[in-house]
Structures are given as structure tokens and as C-alpha cells.
Nanobody
Framework: QVQLVESGGGSVQSGGSLRLSCAAS??????????MAWFRQAPGKEREGVAT???????TYADSVKGRFTISRDNTKNTLYLQMNSLKPEDTAMYYC???????????????WGRGTQVAVSS
């Protein structure tokens, strides 16, 4: 069983930056954290994949965040990060961390999920 806890959300103005973190705990970490991802869900909208990363650090991004967001991971700390720059009001959502041993890419089929951290971007 893997537990995921997100942090780092908050309120920023358009053009600002935030860094989200997701701490993984439980046993065993691997292979159930081989593939990790960030998703987001705005009120009244479906959950959408933002970025994913494999155990070797190879990322995949949604078109809507390419060039603005950077996903990374520190396997020694069992922590996933999402650096968000040039934030826009449309980035406002609850952001969730997810993990699995299967590479679901941006599909919301991951086995393990955190409870989310809220990001609000004002214009």
C-alpha cells in the first residue's frame, strides 16, 4: 500500500509560480511508484492529466502546460514535484498526485492517489 500526500498549493496572481510536492510513504515504494503523475480537476470538469514521469526521470506533459510546468522526482526522498511557472487563471484546480507500476501516461487509471492540494490563480 502506498500513501501519497500533496503540499504546496495556494493562491497566486496570473504569471506567478508555485511548486507542488507529493511525498510517498508505505511499503513497498517500488514498483508501485515507478510511474508517477500530476492530475488536476476544476469544478464541474473531468480530471485531466498534467504531467507524468517514470522511474528514470523521463517526463510527459499535457499540451496545455508544456513550457510552463516541470515535473521531477527525487527517488532518495520518495518525493514528486511539479514546478508551475507562468500560471494562468485556467490552471485553477485541485491538483492530485498519482502513482502506479503501470505506465498510464495521462490517463486517470493510476492505482494510488493523494487527496489533493488546491491551486487558485487570479487574474
Amino acid at each position: 500500500q502506498v500513501q501519497l500526500v500533496e503540499s504546496g498549493g495556494g493562491s497566486v496572481q496570473s504569471g506567478g509560480s508555485l511548486r507542488l510536492s507529493c511525498a510517498a510513504s508505505g511499503y513497498p515504494y517500488s514498483p508501485y511508484t515507478d510511474y508517477m503523475a500530476w492530475f488536476r480537476q476544476a469544478p464541474g470538469k473531468e480530471r485531466e492529466g498534467v504531467a507524468t514521469i517514470d522511474s528514470a526521470g523521463r517526463p510527459t506533459y499535457a499540451d496545455s502546460v508544456k513550457g510552463r510546468f516541470t515535473i521531477s522526482r527525487d527517488n532518495t526522498k520518495n518525493t514528486l514535484y511539479l514546478q508551475m511557472n507562468s500560471l494562468k487563471p485556467e490552471d485553477t484546480a485541485m491538483y492530485y498526485c498519482a502513482a502506479d507500476r503501470i505506465n498510464w501516461l495521462l490517463l486517470p487509471n493510476y492505482t494510488y492517489w493523494g487527496r489533493g492540494t488546491q491551486v487558485a490563480v487570479s487574474s
